[in-house]
């Protein structure tokens, strides 16, 4: 609800915190052009055992008391405010357990079904901005702008973007005042550590010009300023009216904004009538741990550490070691392994103004795979020996690609190292291929048209057999190849569909089947009987682990030879229920500090 108004910093200046409803968790939330309707994402908290909610948006006029859902938004991932403040357009899939996304839009007030204004294809990006006379618009992950009309008639045909040297796509951020031009964000892991810059997008010729380094989630403010975060704190320039470029030094606004371990600035909403947005809580998930998951739920804690782990750790073919992502005081990532039984992390990999992440163990144990990245979607994946004061080996580079190339699969006869073009997102835009490591020359070697759109695979631990994720059809599915020595597939074979994350494989039994292992974004374990002698047969998924019970929440799990699972467990501040503060005519605080000395 409304908490009590605190002292106003300056005239006229009224400071409330907004809270969910009871048991909705808030996430980005966000306000109308207007200053009247702040909008979140919601979700519900699980009961018990339950499978995790879907997100809503929920909308809430600042004149009233109540938060109110749009039922018609479930499962969304993207949204915004009309330049008018009476619709929201927002991205989610067309109907529950659809693999198909659409975008949409409805009226603020819910009044009307949702209108279908095209469907979400692959590669396109969040977030989405819908500025006076231009429709909405958002960008592809290999630097396109799309235009979508808000009649409902569709895209029209991509722009391709004139991007400054070393960028390969950029995110909309917020419309500036101006016919056509956007603020945008891009990543940067130049000077003192991992930043991101601003820059300035022109919808109708596609030029990108820089127009701010260090800083993230920048608004223009009607006083003239540009308004961005660096970290946990938010910060304004002065700057120039017709060129946007920054025109005075760095004011301090306020700190302490919520934002999460990896993240380079805190967001934050500003409506054009002078309404502040943001969360609250500094910056959270700097201490989480490592655990180790039983399938019947058990769970123990493999070391004390609490740290910012992140989204990558694997553990070694022969249970002896383990590798994992953490975030330094920069903002950098880098790779620590540690002996199973001795829980005592040393670093294996790290470099200046580079993130190194995503950790394989080779086959036999005695290798990690791993990707160190830089601007503009370049860099090297390397081999490293833990046991050998040899230099790590460079594998393969890279360089101006529209994702980072990251380790996936490796062959147990030492010659192919799988890597996958993306992310962890199945929102399209990714795909698997390989690397000759007995080649004099490696390169990245894609598998063909029909193994596109994939985010996760495993190779059997025969080598004989490829499972990867993939929406080449449409949908999104988990197929079964045979590999050759050669590095050449065979036909696919459809294990199952749904929303698959992430993909793996037991051991092999006595009779010679195994079981492919995978993880639901619902948060389930499941496992497929894969049986290939005589024939190749496949059985029924069967769940065996509700992963959305455990709490705090796994951020990110291993497939350990014993069937346990090794986690990275989300810190409590992260299950922390939290709101958000508006500042009512924020603009007077903004001026009163850009005159202060």
């Known amino acids: 609800g409304f908490g009590a108004a605190s002292e106003p910093a300056a005239a006229g200046v009224v400071r409330f915190a907004v809270d969910p409803p009871e048991g909705i968790s808030m996430d980005s939330p966000f306000i109308s052009p207007d200053g009247k309707v702040l909008a979140f994402t919601g979700r519900e908290s699980a009961d018990e055992g339950a499978q995790r909610p879907e997100p809503y948006i929920y909308t809430r006029r600042l004149d009233e008391l109540e938060s109110h859902r749009l039922d018609a938004t479930r499962g969304v991932f993207a949204s915004t405010f009309s330049a008018d403040s009476h619709w929201l357009a927002f991205a989610s899939s067309a109907s529950p357990g659809s693999s198909v996304q659409q975008l949409r839009k409805v009226p603020v007030d819910g009044s009307a079904p949702p209108l279908v204004l095209a469907e979400w294809k692959s590669g396109w990006r969040s977030p989405i901005v819908w500025p006076v006379g231009e429709g909405i618009l958002l960008t592809t992950s290999d630097g396109k702008l799309v235009r979508v009309a808000p009649d409902g008639s569709g895209a029209g045909e991509p722009l391709q973007m004139k991007l400054p040297e070393g960028l390969s796509t950029v995110g909309l951020r917020s419309p500036l005042p101006a016919p056509g031009k956007i603020l945008a964000s891009n990543d940067s892991w130049e000077g003192t550590g991992y930043h991101q810059e601003v820059d300035l997008v ?36 002065r700057a120039d009216p017709v060129t946007f470029e920054p025109a005075g030094g760095v004011i301090s606004l306020t700190d302490g904004l919520g934002t999460s371990t990896g993240d380079a600035g805190a967001a934050f909403a500003l409506s054009q009538s002078g309404t502040l947005v943001h969360r609250t809580g500094g910056r959270w ?30 553990v070694s073919p022969d249970g002896r070691w383990m590798a994992v992502t953490e975030m330094g005081d920069d903002l950098n990532f880098s790779v620590w392994i540690s002996a199973m039984d001795k829980p005592r992390l040393r670093l294996l990999a790290a470099m200046p103004k580079m993130d190194c992440n995503n ?149 092999e039994d006595g009779d010679g089947a195994r079981d492919l292992l995978f993880w639901s974004r619902a948060g389930k374990l499941y496992k497929v009987r894969i049986s290939t002698s005589p024939s190749l047969s496949i059985g029924d998924p069967v769940e065996i682990l509700d992963g959305s019970k455990i709490h705090p929440s796994i951020n990110t799990a291993a497939w350990m030879p014993d069937g346990r699972l090794l986690i990275v467990q989300q810190g409590e501040d992260e299950e922390v229920r939290r709101g958000a503060v508006v500042v009512v005519n924020w603009l007077e605080e903004l001026k009163r500090l850009a005159r202060s000395p």
């Open 285 to 314: 998930g700097m201490h989480r741990r490592i655990a180790i998951l039983s399938l019947d739920g058990s769970l123990v804690p493999w070391s004390d550490d609490r740290l910012p782990f992140q989204d990558a750790i694997d």
């Open 202 to 237: 022109d919808a109708h010729t596609g030029e990108v010009r820089r127009i701010l380094d260090n800083g993230t989630s920048a608004r223009w403010s009607p006083t003239g300023h540009l308004v961005f975060t660096r970290n946990d704190t938010l910060l304004a320039m």
């Open 359 to 507: 950790a394989l163990w080779a086959p036999g144990s005695e290798a990690v795979y791993y990707t160190c990245s830089g601007r503009g979607g370049s860099g090297t994946v390397y081999r490293a020996r833990p046991d050998s004061a040899s230099p790590p080996e460079e594998i393969v580079s890279f360089s101006g690609r529209n994702n980072l190339i990251v380790p996936a699969a490796a062959s147990p006869d030492g010659r192919w190292l799988l890597v996958r073009d993306g992310g962890y997102s199945d929102q399209g835009g990714t795909e698997l291929m390989k690397v000759d490591l007995a080649a004099d020359k490696r390169s990245l070697v894609p598998f063909g048209e029909d193994v596109r759109e994939s985010w996760t695979a495993a190779l059997s631990p025969d080598g004989r057999w490829l499972a990867y994720a993939t929406r080449a059809s449409g949908r999104s599915e988990i197929h079964l190849r045979r590999f050759a020595e050669d590095g050449t597939v065979g036909p696919p074979a459809i294990v199952t569909s749904g929303d698959i994350v992430a993909v793996g494989w037991s051991l």
